[in-house]
């Protein structure tokens, strides 16, 4: 295996032990961690592919999801120090692009939104935390350091350094982040109720203006 790949695995077992307090040793990461066994075979498969080896990286994909519950297209490209915590679930189409130092959770789709050809599925900067379940579809790019909230269905581009919550996805212009850059799920307000609160406040302001006249 090239040098280069080898190293791609190396940074990839480190960053479980950085976001993962679970991860207690090398041989659990590699034997008991769905996210690292998907990633390191993707990364054999996609080399394939790269070469123009027919057939076996697509197998190799087959394979992978049956074993590990994530579905990886051997053609997406993926930046490094991919973290993908738990992992059942994901589903990452053939022309996904994610940078590096990305952090997936289970259940995330980076999906296409119909039979189109050419480039279908997200574009993902560097340092994106996806929360469970969140579905991000079409030929949309998200920006560097944005954060997606669990459950939210993106389907237009993203801004570098925003929060995403909801269906669809709406930015959220707060910093919901704690002191080690950590998405927190339970701060995230409902963008609907912040609509629903700014236009209460906004007939209030009428109310109040018409009772002066």
Request: hydrophobic share 40%; net charge neutral; charged share 20%.
């Amino acid at each position: 295996m090239h040098f280069r790949t080898l190293s791609k695995i190396k940074d990839d077992i480190k960053v479980i032990y950085e976001n993962d307090p679970a991860a207690n040793n090398i041989f659990e990461v590699i034997f008991c961690y769905p996210g690292f066994q998907a990633l390191m075979f993707h990364r054999f498969a996609n080399k394939l592919k790269r070469i123009g080896v027919p057939f076996l990286p697509r197998y190799i994909s087959y394979l992978t999801r049956i074993i590990t519950g994530i579905e990886i297209h051997p053609s997406a490209t993926i930046g490094e120090r991919l973290f993908i915590d738990h992992g059942e679930g994901v589903v990452i189409g053939e022309t996904s692009v994610i940078g590096d130092d990305a952090i997936i959770y289970q259940q995330v789709t980076l999906g296409g939104t119909g039979k189109e050809h050419g480039k279908r599925h997200p574009t993902i900067g560097n340092n994106v935390v996806i929360g469970a379940g969140a579905k991000i579809l079409g030929n949309i790019t998200i920006g560097d350091h944005v954060r997606i909230g669990a459950g939210s269905v993106v389907v237009n581009d993203v801004p570098d350094n925003c929060t995403v919550v909801g269906i669809p996805g709406r930015i959220v212009k707060q910093k919901l982040e704690d002191e080690n850059g950590t998405l927190m799920h339970n701060r995230i307000p409902d963008p609907i109720t912040c609509e629903l609160n700014r236009l209460k406040a906004e007939v209030a302001d009428l109310q109040e203006k018409v009772n002066n006249l």
